[in-house]
């Protein structure tokens, strides 16, 4: 029996575009400063990309494109812009005590009675979807 092929089925992220989130691993990972005080680098998502697993953060995982010049840029130079982190180097920051937390699903009553599915942090219990 063959291998099934995961790689062009998108999965669900338990991320969404505009969480707060804190980068856990890479160049801008948690760190100790001199008061022994753990010092996080947080930032929005500003966009999802589920087939690859992985989310663009704002002003995290700067890189340096170079450009040549062109009509709608005649300077041409080297622009900095975000790339992409995978999704598992990030952890969505509790609303509540401002620390990484992990995310669980629950059913609450919502409008006319209907059950709503939503995102709750894990540390604090606070419902993260409105």
């Known amino acids: 029996m063959a291998a099934k092929k995961t790689a062009n089925k998108p999965s669900k992220l338990h991320i969404k575009k505009g969480d707060t989130v804190i980068i856990m691993r890479g160049k801008e990972a948690p760190y100790f ?16 990309f589920p087939k690859e697993q992985r989310v663009l953060v704002e002003g995290c995982n700067m890189v340096k494109k170079h450009s040549r010049p062109t ?9 900095e812009k975000e790339a992409p982190i995978h999704v598992s180097n990030v952890m969505i920051e509790d609303p509540k005590t401002k620390e990484p937390t992990r995310i669980g ?8 009675g209907e059950k709503k599915k939503v995102r709750y942090a894990k540390k604090s219990g606070e419902i993260l979807d409105k």
């Open 33 to 48: 400063d001199e008061n022994g005080k753990k010092v996080y680098t947080k930032g929005r998502v500003i966009k999802v």
């Open 71 to 79: 009509q709608a840029n005649p300077q041409g130079g080297i622009i």
């Open 105 to 112: 699903y629950k059913f609450i009553e919502g409008k006319n």
